[in-house]
């Protein structure tokens, strides 16, 4: 008997422990009241809440801690509880804490019964939920916006759609009417006087323009309706630009202005839509001769940099003001004071440039000064690059991808070679005739078909470069066959380089692959090239995720946040607007003590971010780092890569 009752004491104390932890360290408020609602136990989160501790909320009632009008709602809780033995489960209220605060709570109360059944008292349980119905409010809020997101955007459709219609029908009855004009002016109905040339000359003029914005209006909507597809081909980048030069030239000599321009002499071939990249340069030049008065200079520069090429239209035009660069790229919008200039357009063309430039995968930003002039660029991947295709070649890859045929083309090149010949034991005939003997076997695991079509580039005097077009070979089959060459000539390259660590395969990118960082959007399904790189320096190229504060001294010093790094350069966000090729130090952490590493550089490259007002991402190339600096940058590299 004594037995039992001692082990039975031993449980009910362990029960009781138990319940005391429980009571002490739960967040939720617990509380025991009698049938009179006088507090008979309380946990210490009830009493926390209460700014007092558990036995000075013992004996006493909500009325003496809460409003008269928030205590007799409690009160009135209690009183269902008690007289009809029901549980109030989860009951959801906002409510206002002792100290002031609002707040919402789950409450629950249930009823507490003797042996016989009678009520005696309830226990509660009340929960914060603020949280938790914040949340919820999000949640409801986020469904009527993405509602009224659903809405904007059938609206943003159907008015895209109206415009391209409306756009196709004005074109016929516009041309018709072009034509009927022209039929008079040349004089083929007849003879005309001067005053009635002059009438015919004003109504063609003013066809062009309403010509240019029908076309702009249906850029726009397919722009906005992706529908808009880029064709791809291999470009002299040089000739194009000067395609139009007598025609710009003659436009801008018109108004007593200067116009010249400065490209670099080699040749730069790259992969892009000619017709949408010359659109992009027209509306430039055009906006700059009619931006510049009398007297004034406008220079078209075309620069090669590591990753990108950068074209630029630089002017000493009426300029352009900060309040106006902010809105320069978006729709409808005209921002120069010039009488006039404001009412002969939609204000279109530099939000449609800006969307052909970003589809190929660049950058367009402007600079400008009031009266001092304006500068506006933008870049275009040079990951598309081959620098050794003659005409010939060039033509045969445009006509193959012209008929939809897929052209798998891969660049390798040995970057560092002109600095590292000296290395190889072979003379330079011999060798690259065994790169070229090493490529022909390889060619060779292909069909028939395929091997007949392919064609090996020979590289220049300046550059290790050898292009390989495979025309129609399949994805899997181009992997191996690179995979493979790069293995062989890795080995090729240990046998006959004298230190064995100067060549080394270190990559091969892909088109299409995963590295957003280089690829152009909306680039043709057909089109395929690799860049197998050999050398040393092959790891400027490639970039890498760093998102660390970093210093940037021009005239004054300020923090930015890091993007992406590489061996050449490094790209951060900043409030600060910066010029291109401007000048500046840039401070990079490193190590655990955090040293920082300062390193000088320019700036190539301007991206606005749209959402962030005058925020914008910048591109930095660094420039004349020593042997010193760049075992440093290495070591970061490591630390990231």
Known sequence: MNKKAKIGYKELSERCKLLEGLMDNIPDVIYFKD????????????????????????GKTDFDFFSKDRAKAMAKDDEHVLKTGKPIIDKIERATRPDGIDNYVSTTKIPRFDEKGRVIGLVGITRDITKRMRLEGLSKEKGALEKRMEALQELNRMKSELISVVSHELRVPLAIVKEAVMIIFDGIAGEINDKQKNILTKAKDNI??????????????????????LHYSLVNLNELITNHEDFF??????????????????????????????????????????FTEQGGKIRIELKVMETKVRIGVIDTGVGIS??????????????????????????????????????????????????????????????????????????????????????????????????LKQEVKLGRDDFFAGVREIIGDNLDGFSPAIRKDAQIVMPTSKDAEFSIIIPKAGKDD????????????????????????????????????????????????????????????????????????????????????????????????????????????????????????????????????????????VGIEFAGLSAEDKASLFGILRAVS
């Not at 933008?378 to 939809?404: E, H, M």
């Not at 590489?566 to 130090?585: A, H, M, R």
């Not at 920082?596 to 606005?608: D, E, F, H, P, S």
Request: glycine share 8%; proline share 2%; hydrophobic share 40%.
């Open 322 to 419: 900060k309040e106006g660069l902010s809105r320069l790229f978006n729709k409808f919008v005209q921002v120069s004071n010039v009488p006039g200039a404001d009412r002969k357009g939609l204000g279109l063309g530099l939000s449609i440039a800006k969307d052909l430039v970003n589809k190929h995968g660049g950058e367009i930003w402007a600079e400008s000064k009031p009266g001092v002039g304006s500068r506006f660029y933008f870049t275009l991947s040079r990951f598309y690059t081959v620098r050794a295709l003659n005409d010939k070649v060039k033509n045969k890859i445009n006509g193959l991808l012209a008929k939809g045929i897929t052209v798998n083309l891969i660049n390798l090149l040995m970057i560092n070679y002109s600095e």
């Open 208 to 229: 062009e323009r309403l010509k240019k914005i029908i076309e702009d209006l249906l850029d726009m909507s397919r722009i906005e309706q992706g529908t808009l597809k």
């Open 478 to 617: 181009i992997a191996w066959f690179s995979d493979v060459l790069k293995d062989k000539i890795r080995q090729y390259l240990t046998l006959h380089v004298k230190t064995k660590d100067v060549f080394i395969a270190l990559g091969l990118l892909t088109y299409p692959g995963k590295d957003k960082l280089h690829i152009a959007h909306d680039a043709p399904e057909f089109l395929h090239i690799n860049e197998m790189y050999i050398g040393a320096e092959m790891r400027r190229y490639r970039r890498f995720k760093y998102n660390a504060e970093i210093a940037v001294i021009n005239k004054r010093t300020f923090s930015a946040r890091a993007v992406d790094i590489s061996e050449g350069g490094v790209c951060f966000t900043s409030d600060i607007q910066l010029s291109t090729d401007e000048k500046i130090k840039i401070g990079l952490p490193q190590g655990r003590n955090r040293n920082i590493l300062y390193l000088n550089g320019r700036v190539v490259w301007i991206q606005k971010i749209e959402e962030a007002g005058t925020r914008h991402k």
């Open 249 to 290: 030239k003659k436009f801008a000599a018109e108004k007593g202005i200067t116009l010249a321009y400065d490209l670099p002499k080699e040749e730069v071939n790259i992969f892009i839509d000619a017709t949408r990249i010359m659109q992009v340069l027209n509306n430039l030049v055009n906006n700059a001769i009619k």
């Open 35 to 58: 049938k009179s609602g006088k507090l008979i136990l309380v946990n210490k989160a009830h009493a926390q809440g209460l700014g007092l501790s558990p036995d000075k909320v013992v």
